[in-house]
C-alpha cells in the first residue's frame, strides 16, 4: 500500500522457511527521486529496537545542498549481521543504482564492510572519524586534548602536506599510534586521501541524528513504526521545502556564509603565487576549491582580480534550485484501511511475527554511553561543532 499511495516507492519483504518474518525494507520516492539532487555521500548505522520482537532498524541518509538530513532508505532486520547488512545494501542498490563520485560512510562494524564489499565493490568507503578516535582512546588509552585536535585537524585537512604535518605531531605524543592509523588506511578517514570527495561529512552523524528523532517509534511494531518513518520523512519533505522556497539567496545560506568568509579572507592575502588557481578545471593546489566545489580564498582574489562572478563556481548541488528538485515530490499520506485494495497474491501472503526476543527485567530504552566518550561530546554530531581548526 505504500507503493500504491506513494508510486515509485520501492519495499522489499523477505520471510523464513516458516513464514514469520525476516527482512522488511521501504524507500520512498521522495527519497529516490531526490537523491540525484542530493550530495552523492550517503551515511549508514543501525540501531535497536524496544518493541516485543526485538530487531534493529537499519537506515541510510545522506544530505541536500543545505546540509539538511535527507533520509533515504530503511529496513527491519532480525539482527546487524553479514546478512542483514548485505540484504540492504543490495536493496539500497536496488532502489538508487551508483551515481559518479559516490561515497558512504559509517563505523567501523566488519558487517558494514563485508556488504559495501559484497554489494558496492565500485564504491568509496570511509569511516566515521569519531568512531574511529572512540577506538584510538580504547585500543591506546590516549584521549588528551593535544591529541584529539592534532587527529581532528588531519581527518579535516585537505592536502597530504598539512596531513603529515600533523601526523608528525600524533606520532610525537604516542608513537604507536601512527601504525595504527596506517594500518586502518588514510584512505578510509583522511579527507586528502579520500579516493572520491567526502565534501564536508566525516562522520556518520547525519544518519545517528535520527536516533533521537525515532526514540519513541522504537517501541512500535513493525507496520505501525513503517508508517511513522513515513510521517517523519513527510514532514521533513514539506519543512525543508518550505525552507528552500524562502532562500533568497542564489545558494544555501550554509554556502553563502562560506562563500562570504572566503572573500573576507581573499581580502587579507599578501602572497597567493605558491597556490595555483585553474578556474576552467575549478582547483587549486590548497585543494579547498575542488572538495568544497566553492570557490578558496586564493580562487576569490583572482575571481575579484577579473571581475568574474563566483557564484558561477559553486556547486550547482547548492543552489536554490536544486534543493527545491530534492524535494519535487509529494509524500501522500496512507488511506484508511478499508479502503485498500489489497491485490489477491498480496493478501494470499503468509507472513508471521517474528519470533519474540523480549528479556527478563525492565526494557531498556535508551543506550549507555561507553566510558570512552569524553564528557560533553556523547556522539558524533558533537565533533562538527568544536572548535579544533
Same mark, same amino acid.
Given at each position: ?6 508510486? @515509485? ?8 522457511? $516458516? ?39 537499519? &537506515? ?17 532486520? $532480525? ?17 538508487? @543504482? ?11 562494524? &566488519? ?18 572519524? %569519531? ?19 592534532? %587527529? ?85 519533505? %514539506? ?8 532562500? %533568497?539567496? +542564489? ?35 590548497? /585543494? ?12 576569490? +582574489? ?23 528538485? +530534492? ?29 519474540? /526476543?523480549?528479556?527478563? @527485567? /525492565? ?27
Amino acid at each position: 500500500m505504500i507503493e500504491v499511495s506513494n508510486p @515509485g516507492s520501492y519495499t522489499k519483504l523477505e520471510v523464513k522457511y $516458516d513464514n514469520s518474518m525476516l527482512y522488511v525494507f521501504m524507500s520512498l520516492n521522495v527519497s529516490i527521486r531526490g537523491w540525484e539532487f542530493c550530495i552523492p555521500v550517503f551515511a549508514v548505522d543501525g540501531t535497536f529496537l524496544t518493541s516485543a520482537y526485538g530487531g534493529s532498524l537499519l &537506515k541510510a541518509c545522506a544530505q541536500d545542498g543545505n546540509s539538511k538530513i535527507f533520509p533515504l532508505a530503511f529496513s527491519i532486520v $532480525d539482527c546487524e549481521n553479514d546478512e542483514s547488512w548485505e540484504w540492504f545494501m543490495k536493496r539500497i542498490r536496488d532502489a538508487f @543504482g551508483v551515481r559518479s563520485d559516490m561515497c558512504m560512510i559509517s563505523d567501523r562494524h &566488519k558487517s558494514i564492510k563485508n556488504a559495501a564489499n559484497s554489494s558496492f565493490p565500485e564504491l568509496a568507503h570511509a569511516l566515521c572519524t %569519531f568512531h574511529l578516535f572512540n577506538n584510538i582512546k580504547k585500543n591506546f588509552n590516549k584521549s588528551k586534548k593535544e591529541l584529539r585536535k592534532a %587527529f581532528y585537524k588531519a581527518t579535516k585537512a585537505y592536502t597530504t602536506e598539512a596531513f603529515d604535518t600533523y601526523m608528525k605531531q600524533i606520532n610525537s605524543m604516542c608513537s604507536s599510534l601512527k601504525p595504527y592509523l596506517e594500518s586502518v588506511g588514510y584512505k578510509k578517514w583522511a579527507r586528502s586521501h579520500c579516493e572520491n570527495n567526502l565534501h564536508k561529512t566525516l562522520t556518520t552523524n547525519i544518519v545517528e541524528s535520527m536516533n533521537s528523532r525515532i526514540k519513541v517509534g522504537k517501541d512500535l511494531l513493525i507496520t505501525t513504526l513503517f508508517e511513522y518513518l513515513r510521517t517523519m520523512v513527510q514532514d521533513w519533505s %514539506f519543512t525543508n521545502r518550505n525552507l528552500a522556497k524562502q532562500t %533568497f539567496t +542564489a545558494l544555501s545560506k550554509r554556502v553563502e556564509d562560506i562563500l562570504h568568509e572566503n572573500y573576507i579572507l581573499s581580502l587579507k592575502l599578501v602572497h597567493i603565487t605558491k597556490f595555483i588557481v585553474d578556474l576552467k578545471e575549478r582547483t587549486c593546489t590548497c /585543494r579547498s576549491f575542488q572538495i568544497d566545489e566553492v570557490p578558496c580564498p586564493h580562487a576569490m +582574489a583572482i575571481l575579484k582580480e577579473l571581475y568574474q562572478d563566483p557564484y558561477k563556481f559553486c556547486s550547482t548541488y547548492y543552489t536554490k534550485e536544486t534543493i527545491l528538485k +530534492a524535494y519535487v515530490e509529494t509524500i501522500y499520506t496512507m488511506p484508511d484501511k478499508s479502503l485498500w485494495n489489497v491485490p489477491e497474491a498480496v493478501a494470499q501472503k503468509i507472513v508471521n511475527p517474528s519470533e519474540g /526476543r523480549t528479556k527478563s @527485567g /525492565r526494557p531498556k530504552k535508551q543506550r549507555i554511553s561507553s566510558r570512552l566518550e569524553t564528557k560533553g561530546i556523547t556522539s558524533a554530531a558533537d565533533v562538527m561543532f568544536m572548535d579544533i581548526m
